[in-house]
């Protein structure tokens, strides 16, 4: 079969074989497979951001959240949900570029020429690998920093009296008292819902608007009963400059109207964190006994991100290279894709897992590449090429 006139070709070799020149397959396969993932990329992105905004619709109307804030809120989810959806969108478009080059020969005037399907592979995870490299990038700076800043827009519409702030944790407002806190969680236990806050300060102003009082609590916490603090250092401000007096109490009941849902509902959420800010939160509760699983998950997975991607594309490719000697190319992407979910749902369920019976989150998120890597060698093995 005669090579295509887009590609150039070097001197005949011995036996008048022709030969391609150094890496120019590489860049024509990877440009390819570089286009189709790109263009699944962007048509997963957009029917998943349209799903996101007619969700959003149950929420227009609650406080000042109207469709343009809605709009902004989304927007500003893009990044997140492009990094969420890049491995699909690699895995599908892969398969399509590839499978458009076996539709029109190409692959089989490759492998006529002596390429082996590892290096067309090869090729293919090349190009991904830019790509991956840029999503781990994003999923470390703009989708954390864009998914806090649409829970701030989103919450400040509906509330009107809570905000959250990049370095600052949680802000609220009830009449003259503002509180402050680093972070929370909510908790279960004996079958009801708790809200704890950690690291709490209450400024209480005075009729002028001077500061009256400053509070420090180790933890506020919110349960049936209402609001207590506990481990309360206070400060009151006499009327002459310079008087104050300090009170301290073990613990303590709170009178506030607060809502704690929308308080829940400002806390930072473990996704919305870089490593590095989830590396900290890990050692904070692993310091004070507190449960470490919801961020071993999140930190452990941004972790094995790119080795996902990539194993997951190794694995499913070999189902394109099944019209080089038949037909039913359809067929065989389909179950190349099918294949590639299958494993994305084995990957969640095995975090699960680890988290049901606590055992190592690296171990949850690093046997399940290993068994996609070892299934692509032995598919490539099976029909060498």
């Given at each position: 079969m005669a090579v295509p006139a887009r590609w150039p070709a070097g001197p005949s070799g011995e036996g008048g074989h022709v030969t391609l020149r150094p890496r120019l397959h590489d860049i024509y396969i990877g440009r390819v497979v570089l286009a189709t993932v790109l263009l699944t990329w962007t048509v997963l992105l957009g029917f998943d951001v349209v799903m996101a905004l007619s969700g959003q619709v149950g929420d227009?109307?609650?406080?000042?959240?109207?469709?343009?804030?809605?709009?902004?809120?989304?927007?500003?989810?893009?990044?997140?949900?492009?990094?969420?959806?890049?491995?699909?969108?690699?895995?599908?478009?892969?398969?399509?570029?590839?499978?458009?080059?076996?539709?029109?020969?190409?692959?089989?005037?490759?492998?006529?020429?002596?390429?082996?399907?590892?290096?067309?592979?090869?090729?293919?995870?090349?190009?991904?690998?830019?790509?991956?490299?840029?999503?781990?990038?994003?999923?470390?700076?703009?989708?954390?920093?864009?998914?806090?800043?649409?829970?701030?827009?989103?919450?400040?519409?509906?509330?009107?009296?809570?905000?959250?702030?990049?370095?600052?944790?949680?802000?609220?407002?009830?009449?003259?008292?503002?509180?402050?806190?680093?972070?929370?969680?909510?908790?279960?236990?004996?079958?009801?819902?708790?809200?704890?806050?950690?690291?709490?300060?209450?400024?209480?102003?005075?009729?002028?608007?001077?500061?009256?009082?400053?509070?420090?609590?180790?933890?506020?916490?919110?349960?049936?009963?209402?609001?207590?603090?506990?481990?309360?250092?206070?400060?009151?401000?006499?009327?002459?400059?310079?008087?104050?007096?300090?009170?301290?109490?073990?613990?303590?009941?709170?009178?506030?109207?607060?809502?704690?849902?929308?308080?829940a509902a400002g806390v930072t959420r473990a996704r919305n964190l870089s490593a590095s800010e989830l590396r900290a939160g890990i050692d904070y509760r692993t310091r004070n006994n507190l449960d470490a699983r919801e961020f071993e998950d999140i930190y452990w997975s941004r972790w094995f991100y790119p080795l996902n991607v990539l194993a997951l594309c190794l694995a499913a490719v070999p189902f394109a290279f099944g019209s080089l000697r038949s037909g039913g190319m359809g067929k065989r992407l389909f179950l190349g894709i099918v294949f590639a979910l299958g494993f994305m749902l084995l990957q969640m369920q095995f975090g699960r897992l680890a988290g049901a019976f606590r055992f190592d989150y690296r171990i949850a998120y690093a046997l399940p590449p290993v068994v996609m890597l070892a299934t692509s060698w032995w598919l490539f093995r099976r029909k060498s090429g």
């Open positions: 227009l109307g609650k406080g000042s959240y109207d469709f343009p804030t809605a709009l902004a809120f989304v927007a500003y989810t893009v990044p997140r949900r492009a990094y969420t959806i890049f491995p699909y969108a690699a895995v599908i478009g892969s398969l399509m570029g590839l499978g458009q080059l076996a539709a029109t020969s190409e692959l089989t005037a490759l492998r006529a020429l002596g390429l082996s399907r590892r290096r067309l592979s090869a090729s293919a995870a090349t190009a991904l690998a830019l790509l991956t490299a840029l999503m781990v990038v994003n999923g470390e700076t703009l989708a954390p920093w864009g998914q806090r800043q649409a829970d701030q827009l989103k919450l400040a519409a509906k509330t009107n009296n809570v905000a959250m702030a990049r370095y600052q944790g949680l802000w609220a407002r009830e009449g003259d008292t503002f509180l402050n806190a680093v972070d929370g969680e909510e908790r279960i236990v004996d079958g009801q819902r708790t809200l704890e806050l950690r690291d709490v300060r209450l400024y209480r102003l005075d009729a002028e608007g001077g500061l009256h009082s400053l509070t420090r609590a180790a933890v506020a916490r919110h349960d049936a009963g209402g609001w207590s603090l506990r481990d309360v250092r206070r400060i009151t401000f006499g009327f002459n400059p310079g008087s104050a007096t300090e009170q301290a109490v073990a613990e303590e009941r709170w009178d506030s109207q607060l809502d704690p849902n929308a308080l």
